[in-house]
């Protein structure tokens, strides 16, 4: 500690031993160790609950753990608080950004940093850093003004004014183009040249092996294994992550592509949001046995997309949706799905499905006016076929393995790839002939995501149109027919999946086919 | 004095109490609460300012006593609110109910005593200038105080550090808490600046506008002050605006009455509550003006994670 | 100094964790506790006024139901509470904030002395029929102006609901005052007084009327299109998810329009009950703020219209109560206001049991073991 060690030699930073963190009854790390060296990029891997961000938030000071120490330089050190956490040296970007819409990008800055370091021209600071790390910033701007890849870029500045010797980052490509995540590993590469240590959250294998010298490896909270993610393969990391081999979707020739069931022309509509995206001339078709899946970055208007065509937002004047070939502008979500169509939103909870009511209460929710299978379920003055209902559970429970510790079980007690089975299996289980679904397996388990991808081709099989909306292009590219590319509310023309390469579709994110950008801009 | 003179005098005096209470609740609705019991807190003030007052004989003493009071009050709605995670609005109606009925008990033995008035603040020289001297030199303390506290307000929450944590606590208190912000410590210290202004507006009515104790007093000044907060779109200027713009109408109903204009008197005495519903209409109808300052968080509580 | 940070930081603290789910023993206890807190709290303000506490609690709280007499008083009472009451329930389950009551009962009260006042010859009972209606529709059209400017413009109805109180009183003032004076009475501002088919029918004492049987059942219908009707499935996914009741094609807007005119005619129609019931006559005094003490009558009943039957026995109660103790003790009557206040207070606060459990926690991070701690 006394002597300024030598930057290029790796010294341990930070390590961690036996810890452990109990919500309850539930360990969500089980006695854990881990050290993290000086210069190098150090992958921390695991599935969704496999308990990497418990972890990191201990490291951050903003979990305490239930046992187990912290050796922050060698020293046994309780990081008491994030704000300690930062004065020790350690900075973090979260997945979901701790950034104040409202406020400019100078004061997002300036409420993270000590106050010996927002003396002077912060400002001036702000752009000068950002420039130099290639990571441009106004720091007059207004952050609701922003995209994504542009708050992430402010999260990465305030840590870098602290100089931190280490620097969290939890799943940040996540929310970026695949160009975009070029240029954030050539910051990454320059911040460990200067002697900095990374530790970096993801489950994207390509990526780890990319820029990560070291791998630690967690599964249901336990550490499972270290290794050198450079002489790994991604099927091997990815055995690891999961316990079993991945169960991989298959997929039978293109199956027989028939008469458009799903139509937008010319779609306009201004978001009723605060801080919205108003989509702007959009046109698709989806046939029949076709999956056109929709990629782009989270926040570019696929939202205000899926409440358009579900129609929980509506313009009844208009003329821009077909649904089985008839105009639908004017119907609401009910007449929709009585044509045929089923809708699963992004959000599970809270939208998809109540967290205190029951699995059948939750049916109910989209099945009250349109149960294709038997008599309806409102029999209005004398209630609610509750008979039906739990038929109903039982069958969706066993097609699509959704698995309870009781058979009526309420939602909130549901892991999230379980609900997120249930909410699909709720629609499926209608089979219907057009399917939009947002963010299928968004955060969950491996072998539920599987178990859903593989419901929804066979599903297309069948002969239905399945629009998909999505952020993950390994699911798009696994899923999808065709493709388009939504960004700033406007969206691309298809392509064929076979035709597009990850790089023209991240190309195309960043907003390529946006020839009129300019007169929508703002 | 002229008849202008005095038509403005009354008005910044009904205005004052109104813009008390409303600054301290834009503070608090700032920093992402929304207390209803307003009502309750200005009249909490009101009894307890009235009753130090005349059982010490000193008025100081007895805005001190409304401004206690307030906060007494308020944090009994932070206890509930912020520590207990009750519903905001249904406390906050609790905390109106309840300080109806307290101040109703402990005012029963004051009904109809004598009060004791707070004096002007007497300028020598200032305060005889012709046309100007009274209206600006020569009013009651606390109408100074209620300018300085908005004038605090406005810079505190734009230039300041504390206004920034405040407006970011208020704004998201998830991302607050993520950088090691206290929100329920901050929550707490603006509920409890919000009482004390509402005490103080209570203590102006018990102490200035009318220096006797009457129940129910404050007559639903409370509510009008938080429709205003709502009116100012979380804008101190514009909040003092208003305050005086909702006092004009009160002292024009008021006046209106006294002349013996051919309008029944209920009319008149309703234009107060009539102006706040067109007021909060006018505003809404143009939501732009208030998206930015909208405390994203407003009425929701906080629990981390642990 | 930091070391004494370091200290401090090594206190308990009282958290609250979230119930896995809402306890079911909890949802009973929680207002008898706050009940019980309600009791114990009055007593030593009882106590702090220099009167004999337990006496005190005995004429607030017992004695009304000692004779058949008050015991009627509770129900007469009671039946305008839980009118009002079991309207709110349902919409603060949907999340509407009527805080207008009291307004929409004024007006409902006012709409139905059209027929006694304006036809006084009409005696039939299709008149006191007439009445009921008017004075539902009454309160119904004036609940429906916040939920126009909510829907509409997005103005905040808990203002403006309570705002339309003190004009809805202003008006009746002006009424009573002024046009529907009546001319043989003095000068006095009051009504006509009602008469024949214009009066409800009463039994008992003569105090007990048909009102209280109209208050049961709207309890009793309610009850069952809350638990067991789509249309009370609809109100609690609006209420408590939003998003998901969009989802499943509930229209918040119709859900406000639907709360304010159900909760408003029912307002109304207590209103109208009072004027032709116990009453007789229009006043400028026509409630002793029924309307708001609804709002707590709604809270502790749990939301459940059965609960609200208790509930506004309760209130109820505390207003004879009130009555009781100012005659026997002195005590001003401005106590029922207080005790009502804190009854409120206590439900909210015993409603965090429901929802989450207190627990002390040791804020300090685990005490290193191995004793090399800085």
């Known amino acids: ?522 | 004095m002229s008849p202008y003179e005095a038509i403005l005098l009354t008005i910044i005096t009904a205005s004052t109490p109104l813009l008390l209470a409303a600054i301290g609740e834009l503070v608090v609705e700032r920093s992402g609460v929304l207390n209803l019991g307003i009502e309750g807190m200005m009249v909490m003030g009101a009894v307890c300012g009235f009753a130090a007052a005349h059982v010490t004989g000193s008025a100081w003493l007895g805005v001190i006593a409304a401004t206690f009071a307030g906060i007494a009050t308020s944090l009994l709605f932070g206890l509930l609110t912020q520590t207990l995670m009750t519903n905001q609005v249904a406390t906050g109606l609790a905390i109106t109910l309840l300080g109806l009925g307290l101040s109703g008990l402990i005012g029963s033995g004051f009904v109809g005593l004598p009060g004791v008035k707070l004096a002007n603040v007497s300028i020598p020289w200032l305060s005889d200038l012709p046309y100007v001297g009274r209206l600006i030199f020569g009013q009651d303390p606390l109408v100074y105080v209620s300018i300085a506290l908005t004038a605090g307000v406005a810079y505190t929450l734009n230039h300041t550090r504390m206004g920034l944590i405040i407006r970011a606590v208020g704004q998201n208190h998830a991302s607050a808490h993520n950088l090691g912000y206290r929100v329920v410590a901050v929550r707490y210290a603006c509920i409890a600046f919000g009482g004390a202004t509402s005490g103080l507006a209570g203590a102006y009515l018990s102490l200035v506008y009318t220096p006797q104790w009457i129940e129910n007093m404050t007559a639903g000044r409370g509510w009008i002050a938080l429709a205003l907060v709502v009116f100012s779109t979380w804008i101190p200027g514009r909040l003092a605006a208003g305050a005086y713009l909702f006092g004009g109408v009160w002292i024009l109903g008021l006046y209106a009455q006294g002349m013996g204009v051919g309008i029944p008197s209920q009319l008149l005495s309703s234009l107060p509550y009539v102006a706040t519903i067109l007021a909060l209409v006018i505003i809404s109808t143009n939501r732009r003006l208030s998206l930015i300052n909208t405390p994203a968080s407003l009425g929701q509580g906080f629990v981390p994670d642990r | 100094m930091n070391k004494l940070r370091k200290h401090l930081e090594l206190n308990v603290q009282l958290i609250l964790e979230k119930r896995p789910q809402s306890s079911g023993l909890m949802n009973l206890f929680s207002p008898l506790l706050a009940i019980v807190l309600t009791v114990v709290v009055g007593g030593l303000i009882f106590a702090a006024m220099g009167k004999p506490p337990l006496t005190a609690l005995y004429l607030y709280f017992i004695d009304p139901l000692t004779s058949w007499w008050s015991v009627e008083e509770v129900l007469v009472k009671a039946g305008p509470l839980v009118l009002i009451g079991v309207g709110l329930a349902v919409c603060f389950k949907a999340n509407v904030w009527n805080i207008g009551a009291e307004g929409q009962l004024t007006v409902g009260a006012l709409m139905g002395a059209i027929i006694p006042i304006l036809w006084g010859e009409w005696q039939s009972p299709l008149a006191l029929l007439a009445m009921l209606c008017l004075g539902a529709l009454g309160g119904a059209l004036f609940a429906l102006i916040p939920a126009w400017l909510k829907t509409h413009f997005g103005v905040n109805e808990i203002l403006t609901s309570l705002m339309l109180v003190y004009i809805a009183q202003l008006l009746l003032d002006w009424f009573v005052r002024g046009p529907w004076k009546d001319p043989n009475g003095y000068n006095f501002p009051k009504s006509v007084s009602f008469e024949g088919w214009h009066l409800l029918p009463m039994w008992g004492d003569g105090r007990m009327h048909f009102g209280l049987i109209v208050s049961l059942v709207a309890a009793l219908v309610l009850f069952w299109i809350m638990r067991h009707t789509l249309k009370g499935f609809e109100i609690n996914v609006v209420g408590s998810a939003p998003r998901a009741g969009t989802f499943a094609g509930f229209s918040q807007t119709k859900m406000v329009w639907f709360c304010f005119a159900l909760s408003g005619g029912l307002a109304g129609l207590a209103g109208l009950i009072e004027v032709a019931g116990p009453i007789g006559q229009l006043q400028p005094q026509i409630s002793p703020n029924y309307g708001f003490t609804a709002i707590i009558v709604a809270f502790l009943g749990r939301l459940n219209p059965l609960g609200v039957i208790f509930a506004g026995i309760l209130l109820a109660i505390s207003y004879i109560g009130g009555e009781g103790i100012q005659i026997e003790l002195g005590i001003s009557s401005k106590i029922t206001q207080m005790f009502q206040g804190m009854l409120l207070f206590f439900i909210l606060m015993c409603d965090t049991l429901i929802l989450y459990q207190l627990k002390w926690i040791s804020t300090k991070p685990n005490q290193p073991t191995s004793g090399h701690a800085s």
């Open chain 1, 1 to 522: 500690m006394l002597n300024k060690s030598n930057n290029n030699a790796p010294m341990t930073l930070l390590q961690v031993t036996n810890i452990s963190k109990k919500f309850g009854d539930f360990y969500a790390n089980d006695n854990l160790n881990l050290s993290i060296e000086t210069g190098k990029v150090h992958a921390l891997l695991g599935e969704n609950g496999a308990g990497k961000s418990t972890l990191v938030k201990m490291m951050y000071g903003a979990l305490q753990p239930t046992s187990g120490s912290i050796f922050w330089q060698g020293q046994e050190t309780l990081i008491a608080s994030p704000a300690h956490a930062r004065e020790l040296g350690i900075g973090m970007v979260f997945q979901h950004f701790s950034l104040f819409e409202a406020l400019t990008v100078a004061e997002n800055i300036s409420l993270a940093l000590p106050v010996q370091l927002r003396q002077g021209d912060l400002s001036q600071r702000i752009a000068d850093l950002s420039l130099d790390y290639g990571l441009p910033l106004n720091p007059a701007a207004l952050v609701a003004d922003l995209s994504v890849g542009e708050r992430q870029r402010i999260e990465i500045v305030r840590c870098l004014l602290q100089q931190p010797k280490l620097l969290i980052m939890d799943e940040p490509t996540a929310v970026l183009t695949p160009q975009e995540a070029q240029a954030l590993f050539s910051t990454l590469r320059r911040l460990v040249e200067e002697g900095c240590a990374v530790l970096y959250i993801s489950h994207r294998l390509e990526e780890v092996k990319q820029i990560c010298h070291d791998a630690t490896i967690l599964r249901h909270g336990k550490l499972v294994a270290e290794v050198d993610p450079k002489v790994e393969t991604a099927a091997t990391l990815a055995q690891l992550m999961v316990g079993s081999s991945v169960h991989q979707v298959s997929r039978d020739a293109n199956g027989e592509i028939g008469e458009v069931l799903l139509s937008l022309s010319h779609l306009y509509q201004t978001s009723s949001a605060p801080f919205g995206v108003d989509l702007v001339d959009v046109n698709l078709q989806v046939k029949s046995g076709e999956i056109l899946a929709i990629a782009g970055v989270a926040g570019n208007g696929q939202g205000e997309l899926f409440s358009v065509i579900s129609g929980e937002e509506r313009n009844p004047q208009q003329h821009f949706i077909s649904l089985l070939g008839q105009v639908s502008d004017g119907l609401n979500i009910n007449q929709r799905r009585l044509l045929g169509a089923a809708f699963v939103p992004e959000e599970r909870m809270g939208h998809g499905a109540v967290e205190h009511l029951s699995l059948t209460n939750n049916i109910l929710l989209s099945r009250h006016a349109c149960n294709d299978e038997g008599s309806s379920l409102d029999r209005g003055w004398f209630g609610i076929d509750r008979r039906q209902l739990a038929q109903l559970n039982k069958a969706i429970s066993i097609n699509y393995d959704v698995r309870k510790s009781r058979e009526d079980d309420v939602a909130g007690s549901l892991s999230g790839g379980n609900l997120q089975k249930f909410v699909v299996g709720r629609e499926l289980n209608r089979k219907p002939k057009v399917l939009v679904i947002n963010q299928p397996t968004w955060g969950v388990d491996a072998g539920a995501a599987a178990l859903i991808r593989q419901a929804v081709i066979d599903l297309s099989r069948q002969g239905s149109a399945i629009l998909i909306i999505s952020q993950d292009l390994d699911e798009i590219f696994e899923l999808a027919d065709t493709i388009a590319v939504i960004s700033r509310g406007q969206l691309s023309p298809s392509y064929a999946a076979s035709e597009l390469s990850r790089e023209k579709i991240g190309l195309m994110m960043a907003g390529s086919h946006e020839q009129t950008a300019q007169a929508f801009g703002a």
